[in-house]
């Protein structure tokens, strides 16, 4: 007898648990209630389509060779019965009955199932500020947010957008009105953008670049009102002061959507998020749970996680399916990776930081390393900067942050690789990365990063961030600076805002003896590769006091002189 | 007292080593003896001087901000005496002496060491065929040959090449010589391109490359004479034809260079190579070895492995240059990753292949997948053919080959760490990889190629590569070939060369009852998504002698109709 599946949700955890079980379970009897009318949409792809990217929003919720994913799609390919515009409004799991408001005609409808699954997603955050919903205030989650949108884009009287909260939405959003020609700012409660994923040194070259295109950040600022005309918002008030505004975006985050797991009675975990086990089964046997509605595990820390994405959602639908038709199949977990375009440059970070490493109770060491995409030789190389995380007792990559206009998305894929894999430091700069000159210098960024990290934790190198150099100056302490750079570099690429002295790399081995013994060096140049050779000259000299500054001037996020 | 470490060879591993002594060495008093002029040149770069991509032969042997590595700089930073153009001819162990010529004096001189490197590196075959030393018949190893190289195409009296050998070197040099005007032509004995590296239906893909570009590929064929006028060379006699040119690259391959090592008793293994153990020590224990001359170990077989790479011999110095500082450290070995650039495309592959697999004793199977880069909806994606191979026990990656005009080199990249870091498919399904649409799909290619893995090992879904079905058709087997894309897609991409039938997608479930139940089916599209569809749902009709061409129409590397 067939096996009626019933599910809550047709983005995607729902639409890919829904054609996965099409494949493994040949008993299955699927159907899904979606209570918006668009269906297994890429919502990551909502910010290229207000940016204009994405010319037709169709393309959003087509397969590549363009047929549209609706329910008719879903029927004739998949033998999926989608009843889109149905919101699911009570599980009853005694009887095993949803039920669910069909909102074009009004009708209660019940939906009997034998395994339930729940994939209601996410909802952006609106709190109640004087304002909120006054016309061109938009969240951007959902198709409809990215229509009215592109639509007041479109209409031609949007000149000045403001967006409120700095995260991966926001951000994305920047660039989007940008490229539409919007003057763009930004508003968000901590002081840098990108606060929950990255530290403080990365958030600050991501000030360098919003500095670079005209885009303001008012940062540890909180919005009080929106101010309208007409019932048309005309301006953003946060406790600092007035931005005008033609339209605003709220971006300060999402909730997982769980009224219905709650009143249900199932179990709710950390971030009020659904709990699952590794089946993503929820306290209920007979009901799963998947996507943004429910918490994972971090790989990592081994503890609970919410990730909010499109991917995960994916990955999960595939193993709920596979457990409905008793294949017996596990999620292993995530680890907090995300990837974010900004202009030319990407910034991303994969596993935990030092200071996360910290709160669960492990000693981390890391280190900020700058390189070159590509040999110097070969045309259009960017450059890359990464900070890599290990833990001190195991030598295990635990994680990285990496920001730069080189690929960055390459050199972050690997170090997933490498913290899910249980990668030793040792592990990832043996690693037999593919080398070519178009793609990668010899010692891939990465095999640079790994040795560096190596060389501070055997203790070759002592070494400094630009946050913790920032903190020796603020503490007192007055460390002589020396820059290996030749003259022409440094009026090139200017220098640290402190007193330096400049030693070109050629002459150090000269004039290194004439440095004091009683203070301690630290030497730095470009991307601080001379910097190391310096040190390692000055410890043949009998130097003891003393340091590089990790990732040189490239790699110095804060101000220059 | 001064810990005397000599260094044969002063290119690639030879210079790390110096260099890395430097740093963890204090006591390290460092000669480098070099038979050439030029030292720590990227020997990898060489193609992209000929082929004028480098402009000036000095970048490849500069730092990054433009200072030659000579023996100058290596004495004023790196405090290690260089001796170019000096060529060492005897290793006397007993009294730890070698004995070198310096080629400018023509006098004889003794180095005594401590520790001694042999870094010799390798030489390209060049063997005795009649017309070998005509002008302009070419290697391409060293800097003077890219000299000798550029300097003919420079005169403007080059019009025809021919490369003989069909490996990377061979195949970069192919790009390099089109983008100078020049008339390319390929042989080499074996039938396929990089034979070494890719199987048939890679290979094939590559024959494409070339023969849209009109690049002439005789496979099979074995050069008999090179033929010349006034000692300058004018054509190519192979076995069966005779090819007009004005400039030959002998490209079959190089060899270890260790004469000297030979006549000092030291281990000789596979390839010819110096046997080393994991610290990078000969048989001797004051004697180490790296890079090109030495043999090292395969990861995934653990048998020798010969990878002469300009990334492993750069690796392998630092291994040396800690050891011989007493740091113990182990260098784990290298699996066989390689990468090439071919105009729009790339090639790549790591691990081994199943037949390689087979020759060690593991059962394994692999799949091949054809993916877009991004999703389809963002500008300037590529598509990828990833081959991925596990071992069906462990169900452990250990090897893929990729292929495509995406960004072959990132998902190549995140492959090599999951063979080195043991992961299963299972591993490389869940793997957290960084998605957001300007990067990759919501579930990467890697993450496609591991789940359709995982399908087939499972038994949900039964499939074919193009090799094997052709294989099918060639033992007389009579399957049933199913199209389910549009009349449009046929005629635009063109179609298998066997009689096959058309269903679009959207009517298979209609239409599918009416496909013979006694004979196999075999169901195909583009990328065999839809095949894989519709064998899903020939599957819940009952259907069980199915299965799926892998890769679909882009994946099929042979002809067309």
Redesign the interface.
């Known amino acids: 007898m067939a096996k009626k599946i019933l599910i809550i949700g047709g983005v ?1 955890c729902g639409g890919k648990t829904a054609a996965r079980l ?3 379970d ?1 008993e299955a009897d699927v159907t899904v209630l979606e209570k918006g009318e668009f269906l297994s949409y ?1 919502g ?2 909502l910010p ?1 389509y207000v940016g204009g ?2 010319s037709d929003y169709k ?2 919720m ?1 397969t ?2 363009g ?1 549209i994913r609706d329910a008719a ?1 879903f029927r ?4 999926v019965d989608v009843k889109t515009r149905h919101m699911a409004t009570k599980i009853d799991r005694r009887s095993k009955v949803v039920t669910a408001l069909d909102l074009e005609s009004g009708e209660e409808k019940q939906f009997p199932y034998d395994k339930l699954v729940i994939a209601t997603g996410a909802s952006p955050m609106k709190p109640p500020i004087p304002g909120i919903d006054l016309a061109n205030v938009f969240t951007l989650w959902t198709m409809p947010d990215a229509l009215g949108m592109r639509a007041a884009i479109d209409s031609g009287k949007v000149k000045k957008a403001v967006i409120v909260g700095a995260g ?1 939405i926001g951000m ?1 959003v920047v660039e989007a009105l940008c490229e539409q020609g919007l003057d763009v700012s930004v508003v968000d409660m901590l002081t840098q953008p990108l606060p929950a994923l990255i530290d403080h040194e990365f958030g600050n070259h991501i000030l360098k670049v919003l500095k670079n295109r005209d885009i303001g950040f008012f940062g540890g600022e909180k919005v009080l009102e929106f101010l309208g005309d007409n019932a048309q918002v005309r301006g953003v008030k946060t406790d600092k002061r007035e931005l005008e505004a033609d339209m605003v975006l709220m971006a300060i985050g999402v909730r997982p959507n769980t009224a219905l797991a709650r009143e249900a009675g199932l179990e709710i975990g950390d971030f009020g998020a659904i709990i699952v086990d590794e089946y993503m089964r929820t306290s209920d046997p007979d009901i799963f749970a998947g996507g943004d509605c429910c918490i994972g595990r971090n ?1 990592v820390t081994g503890k609970p996680a919410w ?1 909010p ?4 959602a ?2 999960e639908g ?1 193993v709920i399916a596979d457990n409905i038709a008793g ?1 017996n ?1 596990t ?11 900004l202009f030319d440059y ?1 910034v ?1 970070k ?1 596993g935990i930081t030092q200071e996360q490493a910290r709160q669960n109770g492990m000693e981390a060491e890391s280190i900020l390393v700058v390189d ?1 995409d590509k ?5 259009q190389g960017g450059v890359i900067v990464i900070k890599l995380v290990a833990e001190k007792k195991t030598r295990r990559v635990i994680g990285a942050q990496l920001f730069g206009t080189g ?1 960055v ?2 050199r ?3 170090l ?3 913290v ?4 030793t430091i ?2 990832l ?12 210098t ?3 960024p990465v ?1 640079h990063a790994a ?1 560096s990290l190596r ?1 501070k934790m ?1 203790g ?1 190198m002592r070494s400094y961030s630009p946050s913790e150099l920032i903190e020796k100056f603020e503490k007192g302490d007055d460390p002589l600076l020396v820059d290996l ?2 003259p022409d ?1 440094i009026e090139n690429q200017g220098d640290l805002p402190f007193e330096t002295i400049n030693i070109p ?2 002459q ?2 000269e004039k290194a003896p004439t440095l004091p013994r009683d203070r301690e060096i630290i030497t730095y140049c ?1 991307i601080s590769v001379r910097g ?2 310096a040190h ?2 000055l ?2 000299l009998g130097y003891n006091n003393i340091a590089v500054l990790e990732g040189g001037i490239v790699g110095w996020p804060f101000e220059k002189k």
């Open positions: 995607a099409m494949r493994v040949p890429a990551c792809g290229y990217v994405v393309e959003l087509s590549p060779i047929v799609f004739k390919v998949k033998h991966l994305e790989l990730q994405m499109g991917s995960t994916n990955r595939r294949r199949v999620f292993k977990g995530v680890q907090g990776t995300a990837i974010m375009k990407t991303g994969t070159p040999p110097h030789f070969m045309p690929k998305d390459k972050l894929d690997v997933v690789g490498a899910s894999g249980g990668l040792e592990d700069a043996d690693l037999d990365i593919a080398y070519a000159p178009p793609f990668t010899a010692l891939d095999t040795n060389n055997d070759l750079r030749t570099e790399l050629g150090f081995w470009k190391w050779d390692s000259i410890k043949r």
